[in-house]
């Protein structure tokens, strides 16, 4: 069992930066593949970026390619999401979900809110 606990959202301008983060319990966290998603009102939930287990591979939506960074501490049982250059688009509630296998995403955390004004 994995319980994840999202942080670091908020309001931000257009062009600025956030970083959030996602704590994990348990004993297991370094075996697991993350994630983060994304959901916008009206829209449906989206892949952000995704890491493997061991930190060395790393995957990108192309509309976050290049201004966002994902990444984990696996000794502070923590992934993170640096994101600049931020969009009126990039508004939603962040998700990180942790896979038990491959890339099918088991657990979930309750969101962060992230809002960036034009």
């Known amino acids: 069992q994995v319980q994840l606990v999202e942080s670091g959202g908020g309001l931000v301008q257009a062009g600025g930066s956030l970083r959030l983060s996602c704590a994990a319990s348990g004993r297991t966290f370094s075996r697991h593949n993350m994630a983060w998603f994304r959901q916008a009102p009206g829209k449906e939930r989206e892949f952000v970026a995704a890491?493997?287990?061991?930190?060395?591979?790393?995957y990108y939506a192309d509309s976050v390619k290049g201004r966002f960074t994902i990444s984990r501490d696996n000794a502070k049982n923590t992934v993170y999401l640096q994101m600049n250059s931020l969009k009126p688009e990039d508004t939603a509630v962040y998700s990180c979900?942790?896979?038990?296998?491959?890339?099918?995403?088991?657990?979930w955390g309750q969101g962060t809110q992230v809002t960036v004004s034009s």
């Open positions: 979900a942790a896979a038990t296998v491959g890339v099918v995403y088991d657990y």
């Open positions: 890491i493997n287990w061991t930190g060395g591979n790393t």
